[in-house]
Every structure is written in C-alpha cells, then in structure tokens.
Nanobody, 125 residues
Framework: QVQLVESGGGSVQAGGSLRLSCAASGVTSSVNYMGWFRQAPGKGREGVVVIYMFNGITWTADSVKGRFTISRDYAKNTVFLQMNGLKPEDTAMYYC??????????????????WGQGTQVTVSS
C-alpha cells in the first residue's frame, strides 16, 4: 500500500522560507509523478509544483514561479519543496501527491491516485 508522509510545515512571517519533505513508501516503481498541492480555507485544491521522478522535469504554478522549487531523491522516493519569499496568500494545507504515469495534466489534482495527510503552512503579514 502506497503511503506518503509529509513533514516541514509551520508558521513563518512574510518573506520567510520553509522546506517541506514527502517520502513515499510501498511504491512498486520509482517512475512516478510526485508533487505538491495546496488548499486554502474555502477554496479548491490547486497544483503548486510537480516533478516527474524519472527525468526531473517539473511543472510549476504561475503563482509560485521564482519562489518555490521542487527537488527529488530518486532512490528514496522523496521530494522536497523549498519555499522562499512566502506570502500570506501562500497560507494553506499542503498535500503531497503521487501517481504513476501517464499523467496528462500534472498540476490537476484529479490526476493523482495517492495523497499524504497534509501539512499546514501559515504565513503572517
């Protein structure tokens, strides 16, 4: 059974940084799409940044480009999200997600089979 375990959320002031981690276990292959999605209160879940574990190609939402970076440890089925220049509008529950290929729309939540429990990120002004 695939499990995703996230860590690294917390509270920070605007302009600060946080680093999230997500480790996948129970996967039968390392060739997966893994990424981060977020959901703010009263809003739908949205894609933030996704990486194709096999070759490292990434997809990033316009709202976080230049501020958020995803990286991977292919051997450990782990992804990291480095968040810099955080803004109050980045406040949300952040979820790690995984799906084997094919994934046609990497930033669309419906494409993903497996989800972590979420980690809260709060940015104060």
């Amino acid at each position: 059974q695939v499990q995703l375990v996230e860590s690294g959320g917390g509270s920070v002031q605007a302009g600060g940084s946080l680093r999230l981690s997500c480790a996948a276990s129970g996967v039968t292959s390392s060739v997966n799409y893994m990424g981060w999605f977020r959901q703010a209160p009263g809003k739908g879940r949205e894609g933030v940044v996704v990486i194709y574990m096999f070759n490292g190609i990434t997809w990033t939402a316009d709202s976080v480009k230049g501020r958020f970076t995803i990286s991977r440890d292919y051997a450990k089925n782990t992804v990291f999200l480095q968040m810099n220049g955080l803004k109050p509008e980045d406040t949300a529950m952040y979820y790690c997600a995984l799906s084997p290929p094919p994934v046609r729309r990497p930033l669309v939540p419906d494409e993903y089979n497996y989800w972590g429990q979420g980690t809260q990120v709060t940015v104060s002004s």
